[in-house]
């Protein structure tokens, strides 16, 4: 129903940045929460930061080191990632809650998961 797209993985040093995005498509009629969250090897998968309406919210960790943004227009959220730390080495994950229209006119619910892109930050 809704297919996201995630780029800006990659290798880093720590201390560096780096920039994620994440595109929505699809019958969208409306996305209503939009986030990244990061697993680990051996981990489970837990919230990066999301964006909620006009609300954001990020893991205690990342605070004052990342930020989320969302262009409404083109139905993507980034995540830019500064002062990053081997321990910020994780797959990222786009996720996006909302509506899409159905060939009958009505709408459904849907959350949808993007594939995942590598974050690996050397020491």
């Known amino acids: 129903q809704v297919q996201l797209v995630e780029s800006g993985g990659g290798l880093v040093q720590a201390g560096g940045s780096l920039r994620l995005s994440c595109a929505a498509s699809?019958?969208?009629?409306?996305?209503?929460?939009m986030g990244w969250y990061r697993q680990a090897p051996g981990e489970q998968r837990g919230l990066v930061a999301n964006?909620?309406?006009?609300?954001?919210n990020y893991a205690d960790s990342v605070k004052g080191r990342f930020s989320i943004s969302r262009d409404n227009a083109k139905n993507t959220v980034y995540l830019q990632m500064n002062s990053l730390k081997p321990d910020d080495t994780a797959v990222y994950y786009c996720?996006?809650?909302?509506?899409?229209?159905?060939?009958?006119?009505?709408?459904?619910?849907?959350?949808?998961w993007g594939p995942g892109t590598q974050v690996s930050v050397s020491s």
């Open positions: 699809g019958s969208i009629y409306s996305i209503d929460a």
């Open positions: 964006t909620i309406g006009g609300s954001t």
């Open positions: 996720n996006a809650e909302g509506t899409v229209d159905k060939l009958d006119g009505s709408i459904q619910a849907f959350r949808s």
